[in-house]
Structure formats: structure tokens, C-alpha cells
């Protein structure tokens, strides 16, 4: 149980970890803000919805021979199990017997396991009680048909309890967390309340700017890998061989080719939104924050693109000694963040940061 845990934790934070850019990036569309404790609450789900894996299909059966004769199981379809062993337990052992029991454990267990489920779901998705109720036994179905199929022919045979009483239990285990949540203060903004607020400007505060990097970081590093997926495509397909195996040469022009797809796509990426709109990047028209400077000052706005977000994959390209600028020119771009919400980028350009959802008008007077 102790590994499962281990695993669930690290599972959950790993996922979190990994979507937390797309998850600002949709908090910012959907609500016009990021909202720290909703990706607490998003990373607890991810969590939990290890757990629950990690419970229902973890430890795997061993695949040797005579594995599934010694272990195999049969689901248990008696609705009065557990109240029959109970009633056992006192008549053979006695009242105190009960406590220590492990088919009393087991019957607690599943409930516990299941409050995490209508408490999240309830707090996070915010569906209405029934809705959750049901999902909760729609997923406890599931679950009993993953026990009792083997993880649905997967493994050589089902080696997990699928229990009839878990469905009761775990949905009573839900419906706890539907009443822990209408009793937990809430600390985390609604989505009436979020949405209502969606169109107000907002300061441009530093972490506001730092999440626009990190957003900005991300869609280079996709562009990249979108670039050199492509280069590499097309070089294949020009430079096919009957046997399909390319020379050591041609490996090499291979290699160059999907560097310079990668370099190249990400100046797409820097440099095509300074010219485009408002001409903030990529990552800034996430999180609403865009130049306050007339529409046709472009050049200055490719000044902000170039001096850092197009000059980072340039010097990495460039190849060494240049790359190594590439890591201390981001630093200090983000030291720049983090004195004032301008920036480096926008300080050489000689720009100033607003947000987006500022009338223009206001921008101007503001500047002047």
C-alpha cells in the first residue's frame, strides 16, 4: 500500500508538472486570469485519479506458469457479504474482534477511497450533486469490470477481487465528499465568480509577466520540435534509397536539416506575432498583456521579439561558443521580470506593457 501511495504522489505531481503550461494557458482563455488554487485543486485530481488506478490494477500478476491456477479470482456478487462476515466475526471472536478486522477495514477503506472523489469533483468541476453521485458509481462500475475482466483481457487472468459490495461503499464513500464540500469553506473562486470578471483589466504584475514567459518558452520549444519533425520529413522523402537507410553523410545533412527546421520555425514563432495585431508575443496574448505603443511602431515591436525570444534560439543554433549566451541572455531576461514588469525585451525596445483588455485610448493617455 505504502509503494501505491509513493507512486500515486509521484504520478500526480508529474502530470501536473507536465500540464501545468496548457493549464494556464486554458485558464487565461477561459477566465481571463490564472487561478493558483484551481491548479492546487487540478493537481490533487491528477492525484487522486492515480490513486485510484494505482489501487485497482497495481500489483500486476507475475506472468509464469501456474501464476493464474494458485491466484486466479472470481468476482463476488453477494450483496450481504459484508454484514454476514460481520455477524461471524461477533459470534466466533467477539465485539472487539470487529475493530481489528481486516473485512471491516476493507468496508472503511472503500468508503475513504471514494471521499476524495465527491469532494474534488464537486469542488472542481462544480456539476450538480446528482451528476457527481453518478459518475461516482459509473466510475466504481468500471472499476469492478477492470478487477473482474483482468484489465479487460490484459493480464492472464483477473487477479483483483471485483466486489459487489465496493459499489455501495464507494458511493457512499462519494456521497461524504458531496457533504464534506458543502461544509469545507471555500477558498477557491467559482466559476460564476471567474467568469464575471473575465473581460477587467488587471495590473501587470511580475508573475503575470513570468507566466508569459514560460508560456512563451513552451511554444518555442513545440515550434521546435514541429520544425525538425517536418525538415526531417522532407529530407527523407528527397533523398529516398531503395534500401531505406541513409549513409553516415547523409545522416549528417539529416541532422543539419532538422536544426535548421527547428531554428527556423521558432523565428516563425518570435517574430511573425511582433508584426501581427497588438505585436506582443505568443505567450503575452495568453495571459492579456500586449505593448502600449501605437499600431505602427513595428519596428520597435520587432525589437522586443528579436533582442531575446528570437535571439535565445539563434545563439543555440549558432552552435559553440555562441550557445552558451543562449542560458545567460534567458537569466537575465527573467532577472530583468523580475526587478520591473517590463522586462528586458521591452526596456531595449523602449516599449511599455499593458494589459490587453485596457481600452487603447486609456493606454495612450496612461503613456503620455
Known sequence: MRAQIFASVAVGLAVSTALFLPLVLWQFRRYGRFDALR???????????????????????????????????????????????????????????????????????NMVLFVPFGLIVRRVLEWPRPAVFGAAVAVTVLIELTQGTGNWGLAPCPYRFADVTDLFTNSF???????????????????AHLLAQRDRARPVTRTRRLLGMALDT??????????????????????RTPDGVLSPAQLLELECWIFTGAWFATLLVA??????????????RTVYLRPRAQREARIARLLRAGCVQAAVPTLLYAGFPWALLGPVLASAAVIAVAVD????????????????????????????
Open 173 to 191: 464513500g462519494a456521497l461524504i465528499g458531496i457533504g464534506l464540500e458543502r461544509l469545507m469553506p471555500r477558498l477557491m473562486s467559482t466559476k
Open 39 to 109: 491548479v492546487v485543486w487540478t493537481a490533487a485530481g491528477f492525484t487522486y485519479a492515480a490513486g485510484l488506478v494505482a489501487f485497482t490494477v497495481f500489483p500486476l500478476p507475475r506472468f509464469e506458469p501456474g501464476y493464474c491456477a494458485a491466484h486466479s479470482t472470481h468476482p463476488l456478487l453477494d450483496p450481504l457479504r459484508f454484514p454476514r462476515e460481520v455477524l461471524e466475526v461477533l459470534e466466533v471472536r467477539g465485539p472487539l474482534a470487529v475493530a481489528g478486522d481486516w473485512v471491516v477495514w476493507e468496508f472503511a477503506l
Open 218 to 239: 513552451w511554444y518555442l520549444v513545440m515550434s521546435a520540435v514541429a520544425g525538425g519533425v517536418l525538415a526531417a520529413a522532407l529530407y527523407t522523402a528527397l533523398n
Open 271 to 284: 517574430l511573425i506575432p511582433a508584426v501581427v495585431s497588438t505585436g506582443s508575443s505568443l505567450g503575452q
Open 341 to 368: 514588469p517590463r522586462g528586458l525585451s521591452y526596456r531595449l525596445a523602449g516599449l511599455d506593457i499593458a494589459d490587453a483588455r485596457q481600452p487603447a485610448l486609456e493606454s495612450e493617455s496612461a503613456r503620455r
